[in-house]
């Protein structure tokens, strides 16, 4: 199979996705209204509801949702050969990413952009919304401590990284005073922004920054994590616009561009794919493909962090409700190409398939190593850019990817602790809830060593946590839906199949984690299984409940979304 083709296929598919099916879900399951007064004109603060530019906001949508894992994920699943993986990338970006986070989007904007937890509170019960909390606090959790690691080993293995890495902060501080305080040209602020980010890349690659071995008595990854950690405590606190927002857009502009380089060389290039289509014979030790696949390609396909962000951050910067169409769906679309990229980076970017089974010889084995490695040798034959450049191009998209996803995880986690602070009925201030965010992730990131090697302590329960995270969201849209008698069954197929696939490997997961005695994890997976079950029974009473009740209407008008009977 020629990567050309596999390229063409699925830029052709997700783009029809966007420019149809997208249409269809935006005027007739959730009637997008260019009349309605989105909460961040009517709440706005200066500092989380702030009105945006939709392309702008897009930005900060895209790269805070996709961090490392479309690259993780997909680089992992090829394992079990190309078809898989292309065919659930594909179809779910179209039919149930996209659907997903827009649904997410649109159901928090409703209502004063509110999380996705307290919606659950709205329309399932309290006693939903506690258990909805507990999934959403762990899986952000994850996130954040695991990036850190991420992070610092891509900046500890890529020293070339490091300039554009850190360089990019100072970048995005100038385009927000730039566009929010000086009122310049978007169009011009753009171009210069991803000139800077690219030159400062070509520097990196000149003036590599390597860390001695050990700071005080802590390994390099060490101090990079504690450097990561007190920059996103600093970076949750400031104003939206100041840093975050603008940051994300020239990041997700830049990511794009590098995605287009990316994919320029497959158009040159044509490689064939050196993987199997369906690898006959897998390493041993690799799980079986059902229902593993599914929960090991997560972003880039559907995943519940999605949600949690749509709801946290995103919804409260929508300037008009028709926005969330683009932001929504579309951001699904970017995530997805990202993830199609890796696929054909590490099934083609290897001139034969002895060269493809060295590197996946192992479960688990590929990952961004993979990418920046085949993605950097195609970047080099087909655009003929330096190797080492290609790859410190690739190794930045990763850092950056994982950087922006890590700085929301740690804004969302704030947002977190003082709604669960409000259920306790205690006023947490947001220095206060940030510093337990922070303090959390950091005692867990360094509970192993000075390494930071404990980041990664529960990780492996992240794919599980996160599609189940999905299939709680979509249960909240499918009782709204309900409520405003609106058809369902575009959410109601994705919630069936991802619970379904989610819950099978968390069991099988909690049959593993039983046999080699790893009780905490265990224990962990059993709160998270439960709760996610708990939720879902909540959810079906909640839908045969609104079946039941006169159907609520929404008006542009409202300024908060009429809420349903039994929660009047």
């Not at 296929?9 to 997008?32: D, H, N």
């Amino acid at each position: 199979m020629n990567s050309l083709a596999l390229a063409i296929i699925g830029i052709a598919m997700m783009g029809a996705g966007y420019l149809l099916y997208s249409k269809f879900l935006g005027k007739s399951i959730f009637r997008l209204s260019p009349n309605y007064s989105t909460p961040a004109h009517t709440m706005e603060d200066g500092v989380d509801y702030v009105p945006t530019n939709k392309y702008v906001l897009w930005g900060h949508h895209f790269t805070s949702v996709a961090g490392a894992a479309p690259i993780i994920g997909p680089a992992v699943a090829v394992i079990w050969g190309w078809v898989p993986a292309f065919l659930w990338v594909t179809i779910g970006t179209v039919f149930f990413a996209g659907m997903h986070d827009l649904g997410a989007l649109w159901a928090s904007q409703r209502h004063r952009g509110q999380s996705i937890g307290t919606l659950s509170g709205r329309y399932i019960g309290k006693r939903g919304r506690n258990l909805f909390l507990i999934v959403i606090f762990l899986l952000l959790l994850m996130v954040n401590t695991a990036f850190a690691v991420v992070i610092s080993n891509l900046l500890v293995s890529t020293p070339t990284a490091v300039i554009p890495t850190w360089g990019a902060i100072v970048v995005a501080l100038l385009i927000g005073q730039a566009i929010y305080r000086f009122n310049w040209n978007l169009p011009l602020v753009s171009i210069v922004g991803v000139v800077a980010l690219y030159a400062l890349m070509i520097l990196g690659d000149r003036v590599p920054v390597v860390l001695p071995d050990t700071v005080l008595g802590i390994p390099a990854n060490g101090v990079w994590i504690i450097l990561l950690f007190i920059y996103a405590f600093i970076a949750s606190m400031l104003p939206v616009w100041v840093l975050l927002q603008p940051r994300d857009y020239i990041n997700g502009l830049q990511l794009f561009v590098g995605l287009g380089i990316l994919y320029c060389s497959f158009l040159i290039t044509r490689p064939d794919i050196a993987a199997p289509a369906l690898r006959d014979t897998v390493p041993e030790g690799t799980p079986g493909i059902f229902p593993l696949l599914f929960v090991t390609i997560a972003c880039g396909a559907i995943s519940g962090f999605h949600g949690v962000v749509a709801s946290g951050t995103s919804s409260k910067q929508i300037d008009k409700e028709t926005d969330v169409r683009f932001v929504g769906y579309f951001g699904a679309v970017g995530e997805g190409l990202l993830a199609l990229g890796t696929i054909i980076a590490t099934t083609a970017g290897f001139k034969t398939a002895a060269q493809w089974e060295e590197i996946y010889s192992e479960w688990n084995a590929g990952g961004v190593e993979a990418f920046v490695q085949g993605g950097g040798a195609l970047m080099n034959e087909g655009m003929g850019i330096p190797t080492s450049l290609s790859g410190t191009i690739l190794a930045t998209m990763a850092v950056l990817f994982a950087a922006t996803t890590m700085d929301s995880g740690v804004r969302l986690q704030r947002l977190v602790v003082q709604e669960i602070g409000e259920i306790m009925g205690v006023r947490i201030k947001a220095i206060v809830s940030t510093i337990i965010a922070v303090g959390l992730a950091f005692g867990l990131t360094f509970s192993a060593g000075a390494d930071g090697s404990g980041g990664m302590t529960i990780w492996p329960l992240f794919g599980t946590t996160n599609q189940l995270m999905a299939g709680l969201a979509l249960a909240i849209v499918v009782v709204i839906l309900t409520h405003l008698r609106r058809p369902t069954w575009p959410v109601i197929i994705p919630l069936i199949f991802v619970t379904a696939m989610s819950l099978w490997a968390a069991l099988l997961q909690l049959k593993s984690l039983f046999i080699n005695q790893n009780w905490l994890l265990f224990c962990m997976d059993v709160i998270i299984v439960v709760a996610a079950i708990w939720v879902i029974v909540e959810a079906v009473g909640a839908i045969s409940r609104a079946r039941k009740q006169a159907p609520l209407e929404w008006s542009d008008e409202d300024v908060d979304a009429p809420l349903p009977e039994h929660a009047r």
